[in-house]
């Protein structure tokens, strides 16, 4: 805790702002968080510093027991906007000098949200594409604008999808429509059946961000982080086999009932009240946690 900020208000970090809600609360940390993107006169579009400062906030923000929750969004006051893409009007490098060192930025950013172990509803609060789109996909909950125009458009720019969306993407919304997007490059309104299965909620535009707000206020008042994240990597790191599921299922049902969370999340159902779970993966996580092979995706330089 010594190494976390009082408040995260006060945190500066290039091109993005960290904010508390509700912002009128009496204690300086609340249990939810909103990262925004910071660069509005840009259309948010992303810079390796602001790569480097949504990494270095999730880092933060995970590690902390008082973050129970995280709003992504954009700080576009007119909601048209939530991330353009890489910013081509800055020179764009590669990381490394040959093709084994070279790591994409949208893939450092999307494996350090999807390693995040709070919950991160996605408030896309405008049009989004490329690794404006791509780095929302590991996000649980995605909430975007009816007016918002989302595009996969890599082929356009002669270039491959990045960010972990040849997994990601294909997984949420199926094979068939991520090759239909990825195949024409082409810009589709948010409501297009292409998109069925992307978005969670699709509202008006000033209506994105209240309800990712609403969204992400019931998780942290009404779930267990621990037991949210271990089913979050269940569904994403899924065994092979129905036998095998039920294996893993058994194992970790076996450390979560027997945790302080279970514990606290049955008496609260039984007494009618809010639950107060406290467990933090840090601290408390199964231990068959975790299951899979862990990769060190750094370059070898």
Same mark, same amino acid.
């Given at each position: 805790?010594?190494?976390?900020?009082?408040?995260?208000?006060?945190?500066?970090?290039?091109?993005?702002?960290?904010?508390?809600?509700?912002? @009128? @609360?009496?204690?300086?940390?609340?249990?939810?968080?909103?990262?925004?993107?910071?660069?509005?006169?840009?259309?948010?579009?992303?810079?390796?510093?602001?790569?480097?400062?949504?990494?270095?906030?999730?880092?933060?923000?995970?590690?902390?027991?008082?973050?129970?929750? =995280?709003?992504?969004?954009?700080?576009?006051?007119?909601?048209?906007?939530?991330?353009?893409?890489?910013?081509?009007?800055?020179?764009?490098?590669?990381?490394?000098?040959?093709?084994?060192?070279?790591?994409?930025?949208?893939?450092?950013?999307?494996?350090?949200?999807?390693?995040?172990?709070?919950?991160?509803?996605?408030? =896309?609060?405008?049009?989004?594409?490329?690794?404006?789109?791509?780095?929302?996909?590991?996000?649980?909950?995605?909430?975007?604008?009816?007016?918002?125009?989302?595009?996969?458009?890599?082929?356009?720019?002669?270039?491959?999808?990045?960010?972990?969306?040849?997994?990601?993407?294909?997984?949420?919304?199926?094979?068939?429509?991520?090759?239909?997007?990825?195949?024409?490059?082409?810009?589709?309104?948010?409501?297009?059946?292409?998109?069925?299965?992307?978005?969670?909620?699709?509202?008006?535009?000033?209506?994105?961000?209240?309800?990712?707000?609403?969204?992400?206020?019931?998780?942290?008042?009404?779930?267990?982080?621990?037991?949210?994240?271990?089913?979050?990597?269940?569904?994403?790191?899924?065994?092979?086999?129905?036998?095998?599921?039920?294996?893993?299922? @058994?194992?970790?049902?076996?450390?979560?009932?027997?945790?302080?969370?279970?514990?606290?999340?049955?008496?609260?159902?039984?007494?009618?009240?809010?639950?107060?779970?406290?467990?933090?993966?840090?601290?408390?996580?199964?231990?068959?946690?975790?299951?899979?092979?862990?990769?060190?995706?750094?370059?070898?330089?």
């Amino acid at each position: 805790m010594s190494d976390l900020p009082t408040s995260y208000n006060t945190l500066i970090l290039p091109q993005v702002r960290l904010s508390h809600h509700p912002a @009128s @609360s009496p204690t300086p940390t609340t249990p939810v968080v909103i990262l925004a993107l910071g660069r509005p006169t840009s259309r948010n579009a992303l810079t390796e510093s602001m790569a480097s400062s949504v990494v270095c906030a999730y880092a933060l923000l995970s590690a902390d027991p008082r973050v129970k929750c =995280i709003v992504l969004t954009s700080s576009d006051p007119e909601n048209r906007t939530f991330c353009a893409g890489m910013d081509l009007h800055q020179p764009v490098r590669l990381q490394g000098t040959t093709r084994d060192e070279h790591r994409d930025t949208g893939g450092v950013v999307a494996l350090a949200m999807h390693n995040c172990t709070k919950p991160i509803v996605a408030a =896309i609060n405008g049009s989004a594409v490329g690794v404006g789109i791509t780095m929302t996909l590991p996000a649980s909950v995605r909430v975007v604008s009816r007016a918002a125009k989302v595009g996969f458009v890599f082929g356009r720019r002669g270039f491959n999808m990045e960010a972990c969306s040849s997994l990601c993407l294909p997984r949420l919304i199926g094979a068939g429509p991520a090759l239909h997007l990825v195949t024409t490059g082409a810009v589709y309104p948010a409501e297009s059946p292409l998109l069925q299965n992307l978005f969670s909620e699709i509202v008006e535009p000033e209506q994105v961000l209240s309800r990712a707000l609403a969204i992400a206020e019931d998780i942290a008042t009404n779930v267990s982080t621990v037991a949210v994240r271990v089913m979050r990597d269940m569904i994403l790191r899924s065994p092979e086999s129905p036998e095998e599921a039920h294996l893993l299922e @058994s194992k970790i049902f076996f450390d979560l009932f027997n945790g302080k969370d279970s514990k606290e999340g049955m008496e609260s159902s039984m007494q009618k009240r809010a639950p107060h779970f406290e467990e933090t993966m840090e601290k408390d996580s199964p231990s068959a946690y975790p299951w899979w092979e862990e990769i060190d995706v750094r370059a070898k330089i």
